[in-house]
């Protein structure tokens, strides 16, 4: 069996206290197998979180509209009326976001009912309340595309990492044949 040396210091997928002089090609095969294994997970767990993010997205902007819906006045103290059905309606969406992320739905409902639109039992609010509710979802908003940019670029280092472990596998599987070759020459 042909015994390959590698070098440690341009590989990140061997741990520093490997024994690289120990490694067969068969062994970095199980070794490059296991680490795209993890990296397939990795990448199908940010796929998914994706999802999730565009679902709750997809939420804040229904509860946006429906807030915008709201005419904005310059007399702060002007009062807008919320039917219970409108009101429904950004509970419901509420819901939605909890079904994907339950923290960031408890954290919007208890500011939505702390001196913005879901505060009041008697739905009727004042234009400080309607535009506080608008700034408030705007920055969860930009907060959780700001989220979403970081994982992608997460998501295009994995994927590196990824294309990587299959060129170093392309690479041994064409040495190791090479080394067949010279041993079947040598034989004749």
Not at 18 to 33: Q, R
Request: proline share 2%.
């Amino acid at each position: 069996m042909t015994q390959v040396t590698f070098n440690a210091v341009s590989s990140p997928y061997l741990a520093a206290n490997t024994n690289v002089n120990g490694l067969t090609p068969e062994s970095l095969m199980i070794y490059l197998g296991s680490r795209l294994n993890q990296l397939d997970e990795k990448i199908q767990t940010v796929f998914a979180k994706q999802e999730r993010n565009q679902k709750v997205q997809a939420a804040l902007n229904e509860i946006m509209t429906i807030v915008t819906e709201f005419q904005s006045s310059e007399d702060l103290s002007e009062e807008f009326v919320m039917t219970e059905e409108t009101k429904a309606q950004i509970e419901a969406n509420i819901e939605q976001i909890r079904a994907q992320d339950p923290q960031l739905a408890a954290e919007i409902d208890e500011q939505l009912r702390h001196g913005q639109v879901l505060n009041s039992n008697n739905c009727r609010y004042n234009t400080r309340q309607i535009n506080a509710t608008k700034e408030y979802l705007k920055g969860v908003t930009k907060d959780l595309e700001s989220q979403t940019q970081l994982e992608m670029i997460g998501l295009q280092s994995d994927m590196s990492a990824r294309q990587t472990a299959i060129q170093l596998a392309t690479n041994l599987i064409a040495a190791m044949g090479e080394s067949l070759k010279s041993v079947a020459s040598n034989i004749r």
